[in-house]
């Protein structure tokens, strides 16, 4: 049952109008497919399942709720409320559902960052090739986590309203039935500091692909360029020691073979997430050991200062101790 709901909930649904017209071939309810999570019970904020859960309700209304298919084609999907809601709870949650206007949030095009590994999936991928895309990364993973804390807000005001509707009880048992359909935990999202080799392995690319953008030559390349030795007066490091971050910067951009610079037409392949690491751990001994102690101050304070308050983020369940280094709670 879980199986069916998660494609039916998780592939492309079609658009109905509300306009009360039917049409049977638009209305056809998807073939089960795989639980893509393989089963396993993961946390999931409110922002991640109501607008999925809402989207799902109006296509079992539109489909499967007024008797337009046979009983054994509606028994394929999990009912779309829980078996405690009394007809005008039911009619309360159909009505939010359809007037329910914040969309799921879902990426269709993601910037491939360099050096992550990234699986072939349904996702398009778009390869970084400028200067301008490294850039334009930086400010859509900015763009993102605000456009989830608004819509996090947004979603917890919606809920918190439908809730009095309904009754505390009530709401617990729509709750529960919600977690219940997609197989999940209630979760809260959490910012985290990077760990600082993961800083300095952030830090070690983007130097790579200045230096590598720059080369190209034309506006862009220009562009890069004067980035390129921007940072090296922010970090104030002397030609030297700048030729030494150079050099281990592009060993770690090998070591890690990254093939995310080139469009080569092929989905990038799965990497050894272990291994990566590894990489990075001992590319960041190196520039520690090779710059000195003065050296490796310069970078270690830029670094910092760069992607100290740029953490990362992630999805935790609610009962969960608070770790010291959590920059954020739940939103």
Same mark, same amino acid.
């Given at each position: 049952?879980?199986?069916?709901? &998660?494609?039916?909930?998780?592939?492309?649904?079609?658009?109905?109008?509300?306009?009360?017209?039917?049409?049977?071939?638009?209305?056809?309810?998807?073939?089960?497919?795989?639980?893509?999570?393989?089963?396993?019970? !993961?946390?999931?904020?409110?922002?991640?399942?109501?607008?999925?859960?809402?989207?799902?309700?109006?296509?079992?209304?539109?489909?499967?709720?007024?008797? /337009?298919?046979?009983?054994?084609?509606?028994?394929?999907?999990?009912?779309?409320?829980?078996?405690?809601?009394?007809?005008?709870? !039911?009619?309360?949650?159909? !009505?939010?559902?359809?007037?329910? *206007?914040?969309? $799921?949030? #879902? =990426?269709?095009?993601?910037?491939?960052?360099?050096?992550?590994?990234?699986?072939?999936?349904?996702?398009?991928?778009? @390869?970084?090739?400028?200067? &301008?895309?490294?850039?334009?990364?930086?400010?859509?993973?900015?763009?993102?986590?605000?456009? @989830?804390?608004?819509? &996090?807000?947004?979603?917890?005001?919606?809920?918190?309203?439908?809730?009095?509707?309904?009754?505390? %009880?009530?709401?617990?048992?729509?709750?529960?039935?919600?977690?219940?359909?997609?197989? =999940?935990?209630?979760?809260?999202?959490? @910012?985290?500091?990077?760990?600082?080799?993961?800083?300095?392995?952030?830090?070690?690319?983007?130097?790579?692909?200045? *230096?590598?953008? %720059?080369?190209?030559?034309? +506006?862009?390349?220009?562009?890069?360029?004067?980035?390129?030795?921007? #940072?090296?007066? %922010?970090?104030?490091?002397?030609?030297?020691?700048?030729?030494?971050?150079?050099?281990? =910067?592009?060993?770690?951009?090998? *070591?890690?073979?990254?093939?995310?610079? +080139?469009?080569?037409? &092929?989905?990038?392949?799965?990497?050894?997430?272990?291994?990566? @690491?590894?990489?990075?751990?001992?590319?960041?001994?190196?520039? /520690?050991?090779?710059?000195?102690?003065?050296?490796?101050? !310069?970078?270690?304070?830029?670094?910092?200062?760069?992607?100290?308050?740029? $953490?990362?983020?992630?999805?935790?369940?609610?009962?969960?101790?608070?770790?010291?280094? #959590?920059?954020?709670?739940?939103?």
């Amino acid at each position: 049952m879980k199986a069916s709901l &998660a494609f039916l909930l998780l592939c492309v649904i079609p658009i109905f109008s509300q306009s009360g017209q039917y049409d049977p071939p638009k209305c056809l309810p998807l073939a089960p497919g795989p639980f893509p999570f393989g089963g396993a019970v !993961r946390p999931a904020t409110d922002e991640y399942l109501y607008p999925r859960y809402f989207r799902y309700v109006k296509q079992w209304d539109k489909c499967l709720a007024h008797g /337009k298919w046979p009983a054994s084609k509606a028994e394929q999907f999990p009912k779309a409320y829980p078996s405690g809601l009394n007809e005008d709870q !039911r009619k309360i949650v159909t !009505r939010e559902a359809y007037d329910w *206007d914040i969309a $799921p949030r #879902e =990426a269709t095009l993601t910037l491939a960052a360099p050096g992550s590994a990234i699986e072939a999936g349904p996702l398009r991928i778009m @390869r970084i090739t400028t200067w &301008a895309q490294m850039q334009q990364l930086s400010q859509q993973r900015k763009h993102d986590a605000d456009e @989830r804390h608004a819509k &996090a807000k947004l979603v917890e005001s919606r809920l918190e309203k439908l809730r009095l509707r309904l009754g505390e %009880a009530s709401f617990g048992l729509l709750d529960d039935h919600v977690h219940e359909l997609f197989h =999940a935990i209630p979760g809260r999202l959490v @910012r985290q500091a990077l760990p600082e080799a993961a800083m300095f392995a952030r830090y070690l690319h983007t130097i790579a692909m200045m *230096d590598k953008f %720059a080369a190209n030559g034309g +506006e862009d390349g220009t562009a890069a360029a004067s980035a390129r030795d921007g #940072e090296q007066k %922010a970090c104030g490091l002397s030609d030297r020691d700048e030729e030494t971050l150079r050099r281990v =910067a592009d060993d770690l951009q090998k *070591d890690t073979q990254n093939d995310l610079i +080139e469009p080569r037409g &092929a989905a990038p392949q799965q990497t050894d997430l272990a291994a990566i @690491r590894e990489g990075i751990d001992s590319h960041f001994a190196q520039v /520690k050991s090779d710059l000195g102690e003065a050296g490796f101050e !310069r970078v270690e304070k830029r670094v910092h200062a760069l992607y100290e308050a740029d $953490p990362i983020s992630r999805v935790v369940p609610v009962d969960s101790a608070k770790s010291p280094t #959590e920059a954020g709670d739940q939103q």
